[in-house]
């Protein structure tokens, strides 16, 4: 509970009434009132912001939650070479975001980096990845997917270990193949999980690419991989607007919990019986 005050609450309560001032840091507060909420809707640079962390979203959460579950049904399973699996699927748990983004730059490198190396094997040409307005965002997110997998494998692997060998021995004598008891028996017991990892990666996509795209991209090229979270930090500690930013801050924090709303909606719609 003090940890929650003081690392939670505070920073929070904090933030929402700077966002009723105007401040550089530098002279003292000045009252604004709503300034600060009413200039996000004229602002353009809000609205690419939402744009580009949507994108992150749409395109990082699905993919993360598809191969995170196939690969933990593989690491699940008694295939040959599973073993080899299980270890490799933790590498990325070794790793901070921030090591990560500084590796996945050396390896997005055009001229040394593996990938236009992988690229060169099968006679395609090389990318410059992070500074191609085309390739930059797409490069991003593949990190982040590979960076989210572990706990999402895991999220996974309690879930299928819950369920009983029972059923699947039974379905085996009744001639169920391998894709029917995937699909009627397994992915129907994990849908709870799916549910807790979809809004743990929605919460991962929104504000996780914030480090990455700081680190690896500085929002370029041309502002493509601008997030909001990236946005409020430029305004507040580049552009030392403080009132601003917190209302940025204010809003991603909205559209975060709007999207938990959502899907626990979703979840409970679907569980109601008609």
Known sequence: MIAFTLFVLVPALAGLGLSFFAWD??????????????????????????????EFVLFGVAPTVVVGFVLAVLINSRLRGVGALRILYF????????????????????RSGVANWLFSLFGADGKDWLTDTTWALPALVLMLIWLALPLVIILYLAGLQRIPDDIYAAASLDGATVWRQLWSMTWPNVVPTTVLVTVLQTINFVSGSFETSLIMTKGGPLGHTQTLALYAYLTAFESSDIGYASALSLLQLTIIAALIVIIRTVQRLRRTPS
Not at 25 to 54: C, H, M, Y
Not at 96 to 106: G, T
């Open 25 to 54: 840091l530098f002279t003292p507060p000045a009252w604004v009132g709503l300034a600060n909420f009413q200039r996000l809707f004229d602002d353009p640079e809000v609205w690419t912001s939402l744009k580009i962390t949507a």
């Open 91 to 110: 590498a990325p748990m070794l790793a901070s975001s921030a090591v990560a983004a500084v590796l996945w730059s050396y390896m997005y490198d055009p």
